[in-house]
């Protein structure tokens, strides 16, 4: 039966060798205290409740799903959702890493990264309440006024309020520019908002007292397009001064869509007949002040593909290490057994050790942004704020695209070790394949990301971005280029780094003629730039494992292992990619579409 085991020694492996996150925490005024006692502390308490609390729901809560009522317009959650989301709320996890101003604890990013980490591989549909109201509070607390800060924060940051972002309507996914729902103001400052949304996660829920939706809509006066958005703030129930509950607004969830996955998270149908609503920064600028709850989602949705990874592989693993199937090809392995497992098989290892890679370089990957991400709001050095700013910018497209491709891969290699197994509900890896489509589609599809990181982080700058990771891999080449023993990782590294910046310049100077060249160009070349990130993470892991591999810890041993095979299995895959990227638009826009 499935199972899950929170990866602490490999999460302080990278915390604590890798990134050296206490070192850099003492550079940091609102975190120089986080030492690594505490650090891994908090990483221990919450593998408990990931795996304790959260993971015996995920397969029940899978099967029972979400129940709407009709006559109350109302959502319930799988048995046992409630009563966790309680335990999360009273053990303080909602405050880890927000604002001690309004509660929080104060703690790095990094470490809340971490712990979502394992949320995540636990119960991604359960997550998911909690992750969207953390992005809502991260959206007010830059850019709400400072009355809404002081009435919705300390009730999102003690988690008794959640929050969604309703931005989707049927009619308009990505192109946001085409929404229809207005706003109209109100003499009294507000405004009442009329629409219909779609797609919207934890829209209504029975988790919390009152859900705090960030919706966009037009004023009257909106110039067309994406510019004349603007954000508003529409409670479920009107709060009063004191905090307390009081009317219920009309923003009501009028079905509750049946899909494929997360069928522990309510995916509703929103409408709002006249809600009242507050505007959240300055008219028209909806999208600007949006973007920070949408990249927070992105991160958090890479974050969504490396749990489910790591929980596939966990249970792949031992399956493969119980199931016996014939015998070795190079001879008996388990003479005192009627076959040898199969993880004797050099292809049920390619599956395992892929899905291994997948997540422990997307631990690195996740781990490395979140502590760039919190040197960009707390360093006190303006220049190392604005890199570091850069860094989040550039990498963010990819967290979310790369990690959830590499996610869907790995869980179906997992299912696949099962073999016919796996297809079937009880063992509960066909959950987690199911779980990880979702998460290539939605918080802008992985195509999205990838015109993202190509045509605003890359080409829009001339690659500035880029050179500055770039300088970041430069370094560490130049470092260790020399040393023997590094150069079946530095070689790759380079080379692919190189491969990179002549892609990149071939691709802006074909787009300079022809747009579609970036668009026919950028899924690929978006996997690309994920490479090259998991061959600097992996060269560093290989060099500490190098440093390490004779202290007698087998988990050096390993992480060597691992290493290699990314390189010599995974990395090749750049080689395809760069020769779809480089075809050019020709090939997929010659044929009329009458022709199709």
Partial sequence: MPQYNAPLRDMQFVLHELLNVEEVFKELPPHADTNRELVDQVLEEGGKFASQVLFPLNHSGDREGCHYDRESKTVTTPKGFKQAYQQYVEAGWAALSCDPEFGGQGLPLTINNSF????????????????????????????????????????LVSGEWTGTMCLTEA?????????????????????????????????ENDVSANIIHLVLARLPDAPEGSKGISLFLVPKFLPNADGSLGARNPIFCGAIEEKMGIHGNATCQMNLDGATGWLIGQPHKGLQAMFVFMNAARLGVGMQGLGLTEVAYQNALVYAKDRLQMRSLSGIKAADKPADPIIVHPDVRRMLLTAKAFAEGGRAFTSYVALELDKELTHPDEQVRKDSADIVALLTPVVKAFLTDNAWMATSECLQVYGG????AEWGMEQYVRDARINMIYEGTNTIQSLDLLGRKILMDNGAKLKKFGAQIQAFVEEHGTDESMSEFITPLADIGDKVTKLTMEIGM????????????????LRVVGHLVFSYLFARMAKIALEKQDSGDSFY?????????????????TAMLIRQARSGAANLMALDAELF
């Avoid at 009619?171 to 919207?200: M, V, W």
């Avoid at 197994?421 to 079937?424: D, M």
């Fill in 171 to 203: 009619h308009c996914g990505t192109d946001l520019g085409l929404l229809r729902s207005k706003a109209e103001p109100q003499a009294d400052g507000s405004y009442k908002i009329t629409g219909n949304k779609i797609f919207i996660s934890a829209g």
């Fill in 421 to 424: 197994h796996g297809y079937i």
């Fill in 557 to 573: 041993a390993a992480k060597l292992a691992t290493a290699r095979f990314y390189f010599a299995r995974l990395l090749p895959e």
């Fill in 510 to 525: 074909k787009s300079f003629a022809n747009q579609d060249e970036a668009g026919a160009a950028a899924v690929p070349y």
């Fill in 116 to 155: 979502y980490e394992m949320l995540n591989s636990s119960n991604q549909a359960w997550t998911m309440y909690p992750g969207l109201s953390h992005g809502a509070y991260e959206c007010l607390h830059a850019h709400g006024s400072e009355e809404q800060k002081q009435l919705y924060l300390p009730k």
